[in-house]
């Protein structure tokens, strides 16, 4: 075979496949999600998502296993940046509040993950890893059983705050974090 024949080697085509199920089950859920809409949101011809991925089950568990990997890093990174207990509430108030936790794309896959994960073992078991992870980072600072309750604590209001007429504000998040965390 001479240069130039055959298929053109695309590194970055695998990752766009899996970047664009996340785009796809964000916008129309995992019951929504097929082989042609993410091709269609990955701008790569339908052959290549079956080529890499041997099912539609292992493309999903890939692009939640992305998912959790990132969202456990931004997490355990915000409370690696903590010097204290008082700094690790700061912390656990700006997962809560901020970009890492309570954005309306992240929240959505993660209701998403949670659904699939209780019908897919091997999904659950990456749910699994990454509430380990969470729970890790914070009983840096604090006991397990409370590092348990502020972990799903970050969630809980996240899933409130997406959907309530009232959202709590940041103080009010602080206040119940404190509380939580028994200062």
């Known amino acids: 075979m001479t240069m130039g024949m055959g298929r053109r080697n695309d590194p970055t085509r695998r990752q766009r496949i899996v970047d664009a199920t996340l785009e ?36 999903i568990s890939a692009a939640f296993l992305q998912l959790a990997a990132q969202s456990s890093a931004l997490f355990g990174a915000r409370l690696e940046a903590a010097g204290d207990r008082y700094a690790a509430i700061d912390a656990v108030v700006d997962i809560i509040a901020g970009t890492i936790w309570a954005e309306p794309r992240t929240l959505l896959l993660s209701y998403e993950l949670y659904a699939f994960a209780a019908r897919h073992p091997a999904v659950g078991a990456v749910m699994q890893q990454w509430m380990d992870n969470s729970r890790r980072a914070l009983e840096r600072f604090f006991d397990p059983l409370t590092a348990r309750a502020l972990d799903a604590l970050v969630e809980g209001i996240g899933i409130h705050n997406s959907i309530d007429r009232a959202p709590l504000d940041r103080e009010a998040i602080r206040i119940i974090v404190e509380r939580v965390a028994s200062l």
């Not at 964000?26 to 019951?31: D, Q």
């Not at 949101?41 to 041997?54: H, I, K, N, Q, R």
């Open 24 to 59: 796809v089950i964000a916008s129309r859920g995992v019951a929504g999600t097929t082989h042609r809409r993410i091709a269609d949101e990955a701008g790569v011809p339908l052959g290549s998502v079956t080529y890499y991925f041997d099912s539609l089950e292992a493309l």
